[in-house]
C-alpha cells in the first residue's frame, strides 16, 4: 500500500517556464515533507522540506506548497532550468512515530532547452 | 564529514549466492536506513535503526534479506541466496532522529543478480 503517491511518472517543460511537481499522501499523521532530487548513479539529495504548520516554504528558484486538507503538496520550480532536469522524490515522516522517510515513486522531470 | 559512504558502487553475483552491501554513516547521526529503489515502487524503505537498533523490519521482503548494525558507524545489508528478482539499487540513509531533520543518502550499491 503506497502511502505517499506520485502519480505523474514524468513531466517534460521548456526551459524558463514553471515546473509543477504533484504528490498526495494518505497517512494523516505524516506531518513533515520533503522533497529530493536524484540524478542517474547518484543517491538523492535533499531539496526543500515543509512542517505541516506552514503551508508554502521558499527556496529560491523552489517553492513546496502543502494543502493539509486534500493531503496534496506540490514543488514549483520557477524558472526551469536545464539542470533541474532529474528525478524528483516526495517523502513524508510523522515526528510523533518512529521519523522513518516514506518516499514516493519519483517523477521524471525533463527540462528542454 | 564525506557523507554516507557505501561499498561496493556495483555488484554482480550469480543467483544463489549470498551478497553483502556495507554502510558507513554520517559520523553522529543515530538514525540509519535502508531503502530499495525500483521502477515499480520507487524508493522502498526496508529497515530502520535508531541507536544501532532495529526499529521497523516491514519492509524486509523476505528471510532472505537481513540487516545488522553492530556499531554507530557501521551497518550491512545481506541477502542470502540471492535472486534475479533482487537486482535493483541499494541505497543507505542516515540522520539526526528529530524534528524537521532531513536524511542524507549514499551514493547507492547497484546489485545484478544473474
Known amino acids: 500500500d503506497q502511502q505517499v503517491k506520485q502519480n505523474s511518472p514524468s513531466l517534460s517543460v521548456q526551459e524558463g517556464r514553471i515546473s509543477i511537481l504533484n504528490c498526495d499522501y494518505t497517512?494523516?499523521?505524516?506531518?513533515?515533507f520533503l522533497w529530493y532530487k536524484k540524478y542517474p548513479a547518484e543517491g538523492p539529495t535533499f531539496l526543500i522540506s515543509?512542517?505541516?504548520?506552514?503551508d508554502k516554504n521558499e527556496d529560491g528558484r523552489f517553492t513546496v506548497f502543502l494543502n493539509k486538507s486534500a493531503k496534496h503538496l506540490s514543488l514549483h520550480i520557477v524558472p526551469s532550468q536545464p539542470g533541474d532536469s532529474a528525478v524528483y522524490f516526495c517523502?513524508?515522516?510523522?515526528?510523533?512515530?518512529?521519523?522513518?522517510?516514506?518516499f514516493g515513486t519519483g517523477t521524471r522531470l525533463k527540462v528542454l532547452a | 564529514d564525506a557523507g554516507v559512504i557505501q561499498s561496493p558502487r556495483h555488484e554482480v553475483t550469480e543467483m544463489g549466492q549470498e551478497v553483502t552491501l556495507r554502510c558507513k554513516p554520517i559520523s553522529g547521526h543515530n538514525s540509519l536506513f535502508w531503502y530499495r529503489q525500483t521502477m515499480m515502487r520507487g524508493l522502498e524503505l526496508l529497515i530502520y535503526f535508531n541507536n544501532n537498533v532495529p526499529i521497523d523490519d516491514s519492509g524486509m521482503p523476505e528471510d532472505r534479506f537481513s540487516a545488522k548494525m553492530p556499531n554507530a558507524s557501521f551497518s550491512t545489508l545481506k541477502i542470502q541466496p540471492s535472486e534475479p528478482r533482487d537486482s535493483a539499487v541499494y541505497f543507505c540513509a542516515s540522520s539526526v532522529q528529530g524534528l524537521n531533520t532531513e536524511a542524507f543518502f549514499g551514493q547507492g550499491t547497484r546489485l545484478t543478480v544473474v
Open positions: 517523502a513524508a515522516s510523522s515526528t510523533s512515530g518512529t521519523y522513518k522517510y516514506i
Open positions: 515543509i512542517s505541516s504548520i506552514k
Open positions: 497517512n494523516s499523521m505524516f506531518d513533515y
